[in-house]
């Protein structure tokens, strides 16, 4: 059984940078059939897509976030990452990382249980 | 971009059909997916591929898309389907999500 995890620092400064990290137990990232992604749901609201990693290397990103965001893998292939450049408070969200079914218009068929992160001075 | 667009709430008496709807440009030509999620936890898919099941999600959850809005159908609602439904496709390799339909279930 597949599992995701993420971990990062809880608490960001305005204008710093954001950085999580996925680990997969159970599996890997090398796989034609999955993207891996990040969404984030501020406090409250909805879903909003953050962006995707195939294994190819191939990145896909939400374009309102694109010039702040990079997703990235490490050679292990069994970790990747969230980089977010100069947050706000608007940045402030529970941020999930995600399996993505590649033949199903990209369903979300694994969720992490989600990271708590909070954008402040 | 694209856009999703579900009514902010439904309300349904337990045992009775409730309804979701879910509207985009041309949706009935994207595959769409659902996803429940109650207070406290992550979301979990309930319908992908318009009208598919996870194996462990029970019968009384269905879906359809046609024409420019796909529905998410929950017949007999137990107390237990009271929770937060997302819908959610992929355009131009992007993952879109509506934003969100609160059932409420009395």
């Known amino acids: 059984q597949l599992r995701l995890q993420e971990s990062g620092p809880g608490l960001v400064r305005p204008s710093e940078t954001l950085s999580l990290t996925c680990t997969i137990s159970g599996g890997s990232i090398n796989s034609s059939s999955y993207y891996w992604g990040w969404i984030r749901q501020p406090p409250g609201k909805g879903l909003q897509w953050i962006g995707s990693?195939?294994?190819?290397?191939?990145?896909y990103y939400n374009s309102s976030l694109e010039s702040r965001v990079t997703i990235s893998a490490d050679t292990s292939k069994t970790h990747f990452s969230l980089k977010l450049t100069s947050v706000t408070a608007t940045d402030t969200a529970l941020y999930y990382c995600?399996?993505?079914?590649?033949?199903?218009?990209?369903?979300?068929?694994?969720w992490g249980q989600g990271t708590l992160i909070t954008v402040s001075s | 971009s694209y856009e999703l667009t579900q009514p902010p709430s439904v309300s349904v008496s337990p045992g009775q059909t409730a309804s979701i709807t879910c509207s985009g440009n041309k949706l009935g030509n994207k595959y769409v997916s659902w996803y429940q999620q109650k207070p406290g936890q992550s979301p979990a898919l309930v319908i992908f591929q318009d009208n598919r099941r996870p194996s462990e999600i029970p019968e009384r959850f269905s879906g359809s898309n046609s024409g420019n809005t796909a529905t998410l159908t929950i017949s007999g609602t137990q107390a237990l389907d009271e929770a937060d439904y997302f819908c959610q496709t992929w355009d131009s390799r992007t993952v879109v999500f509506g934003g969100g339909t609160v059932v409420t279930v009395l």
């Open positions: 995600a399996r993505h079914v590649v033949e199903a218009a990209a369903a979300v068929d694994v």
């Open positions: 990693l195939y294994y190819t290397g191939s990145t």
